[in-house]
């Protein structure tokens, strides 16, 4: 075997771009680029599916699985000298597998197995020490840059919660097998490591960007929606939470925003630098569809899209402040046509070039503007299986994460449940936002279930936290039932009945009373 400072200084590339080739949605637009242009490296199964120069593997049962493939499609194997076993670390040496794994000897045989010691394994000779927090694609990143590397394009190094399709055999058995609860965690150490570095990291897929306007209050409901968006999504998505967006303040007390992030929306062309499309989406909202079918729906000459609402939704008839007509809370940037400055726009609030309502609700400074969203992608308070692709919960005082008043409170609850098992909801933003009542005190329940804290539990308390997530939700369902009609005017009736059966009795009572009394005279 050799080690990986020997390999370093021994192995040869051509003066070209690197590749790192991973397991995501997009490895299945493989046929869509010349990967001859690039020296590539293959990270796990990844690297059995078409020639790499390096295959990166820090499990062995990777090898293990598809050893056979790897020797004829990997030039190089490179692995930790301490590998992990189904994503665990392991007391094994590389060594100590050749006899469960033929295709590692047969790397070693022909001279192309490689070894270095692996952050957190136990360290061995001169071997550089390679950090990884996360997933492999970090430990790969940091070879590429001992080996020279400046310039390192990705393909299925992917954010969400999915294999490509091309890897759907082994997602069962491997996908999100560390734990982790999805991909995106990945993203932070690439950053790090390309800027420590300096190497220029770009994915060959643009990600569809997504901007959600949020603020300290709505962090819960940003996190349940970013969870929804990535389970459906087909493509790679990067979503960014508005929360440290500056937007200038209007001087005049009309002009002021609504909400915290009314004006971070302006600021989403600029982030994108003039270029690509975006998406805009308030906090308040849950995604069935995928996302997808925006990121590719034409703009047939608008600048932006939205939605168009002719009718007020159940719960907003009889209130004045419902606005029919056009709705931009879901908005589809076109950025490169949009050379919006926030300063500029929120200044002619002030200097009277045109009313909140004309900026915000009608879009003004927007030349050319399509209502032509489809409706299911902003259904406001409805929500219908199989046909609602995004719902939006409009009214403040009864948003279920805040109330239990909503009727629709439990498609949400049932999502937010999902996200916090699944690790998307960090148990501690939870709490302090019930710590400062801004949320409701029943979310507590669940977080009793986030991976972080499930592996604390026993047996017994974790059924005890299942019991407590199960009675949450039906007192939102009994909430919900109580605050209908139908219950208000039975329960008003049975209220009438009961009193009046006690007067009865007690009228009863006292005749019973007197006639008892006249006998005894």
């Given at each position: 075997m050799l080690d990986l400072t020997g390999w370093l200084a021994s192995a040869a590339f051509p003066e070209r771009p690197w590749v790192i080739l991973g397991k995501g949605p997009t490895f299945d637009r493989r046929g869509d680029f010349d990967l001859g242009q690039f020296n590539r490296l293959g990270l796990n199964h990844a690297a059995a599916e078409l020639a790499v120069d390096v295959a990166h593997v820090i499990d062995v049962d990777v090898v293990r699985d598809c050893g056979e493939r790897l020797l004829a499609t990997a030039r190089w194997l490179v692995m930790p000298r301490y590998p992990h076993l189904r994503s665990a670390p392991s007391e094994r040496r590389l060594e100590d597998w050749f006899d469960d794994v033929p295709a590692l000897r047969a790397f070693e045989k022909e001279g192309r197995l490689v070894w270095y010691n692996l952050l957190g394994t136990r360290p061995e000779g001169q071997s550089p020490v390679i950090g990884v927090r996360f997933f492999s694609s970090e430990a790969a990143l940091n070879i590429l840059a001992l080996l020279g590397a400046r310039t390192v394009k990705t393909l299925g190094v992917d954010g969400g919660r999915s294999y490509a399709q091309a890897f759907a055999a082994v997602a069962g058995d491997t996908l999100l097998a560390n734990g982790q609860p999805a991909f995106d965690v990945q993203f932070e150490q690439l950053r790090t490591i390309a800027a420590e570095h300096g190497i220029d990291v770009r994915p060959l897929v643009e990600?569809?960007?997504i901007f959600i306007g949020t603020d300290n209050s709505q962090i819960v409901a940003h996190r349940v929606l970013e969870y929804s968006i990535?389970?459906?999504?087909?493509?790679?998505v990067e979503i960014t939470p508005m929360l440290e967006v500056a937007t200038p303040e209007p001087v005049k007390p009309e002009n002021k925003p609504r909400?915290?992030?009314?004006?971070?929306?302006?600021?989403?062309?600029?982030?994108?630098?003039?270029?690509?499309?975006?998406?805009?989406?308030?906090?308040?909202?849950?995604?069935?569809?995928?996302?997808?079918?925006?990121?590719?729906?034409?703009?047939d000459g608008n600048q932006v899209l939205c939605t168009s609402q002719a009718e007020p939704p159940?719960?907003?008839?009889?209130?004045?402040?419902?606005?029919?007509?056009?709705?931009?809370?879901?908005?589809?940037?076109?950025?490169?046509?949009l050379e919006w400055d926030v300063d500029e726009?929120?200044?002619?609030?002030?200097?009277?070039?045109?009313?909140?309502?004309?900026?915000?609700?009608?879009?003004?400074?927007?030349?050319?503007?399509?209502?032509?969203?489809?409706?299911?992608?902003?259904?406001?308070?409805?929500y219908e299986p199989g046909v609602t692709k995004l719902l939006h919960f409009t009214n403040v005082p009864t948003q279920p994460w805040k109330s239990d008043a909503n009727p629709l409170g439990e498609v949400w609850l049932?999502?937010?449940?999902?996200?916090?098992?699944?690790?998307?909801?960090?148990?501690?933003?939870?709490?302090a936002l019930i710590w400062g009542q801004q949320v409701k005190e029943s979310l507590a329940a669940p977080l009793l279930l986030a991976p972080n804290r499930r592996s604390t539990l026993t047996n017994a308390s974790l059924d005890l936290a299942m019991a407590r997530a199960r009675i949450a939700s039906l007192e939102a369902k009994l909430a919900t039932a109580r605050s209908s009609w139908s219950y208000r005017t039975e329960w008003l009736v049975r209220r009438a009945l009961a009193k009046s059966r006690r007067i009865l009795v007690k009228r009863a009572g006292a005749a019973a009373q007197r006639v008892r009394v006249t006998a005894d005279r």
């Open positions: 990600p569809f960007r990535r389970k459906h999504a087909s493509v790679p909400v915290a992030f009314t004006f971070t929306r302006f600021v989403i062309p600029k982030l994108c630098g003039f270029q690509g499309r975006a998406l805009y989406l308030d906090a308040d909202m849950l995604v069935f569809g995928d996302i997808a079918e925006l990121a590719e729906m034409p703009f159940a719960i907003w008839r009889g209130y004045p402040s419902f606005k029919p007509g056009r709705h931009t809370a879901v908005l589809l940037l076109d950025c490169s046509e726009i929120v200044g002619g609030l002030d200097e009277g070039r045109y009313s909140y309502e004309e900026l915000v609700h009608q879009l003004c400074v927007v030349d050319r503007v399509g209502d032509t969203l489809p409706v299911e992608w902003n259904h406001l308070e409805h049932s999502w937010y449940r999902e996200a916090v098992e699944a690790g998307a909801v960090p148990p501690e933003e939870v709490e």
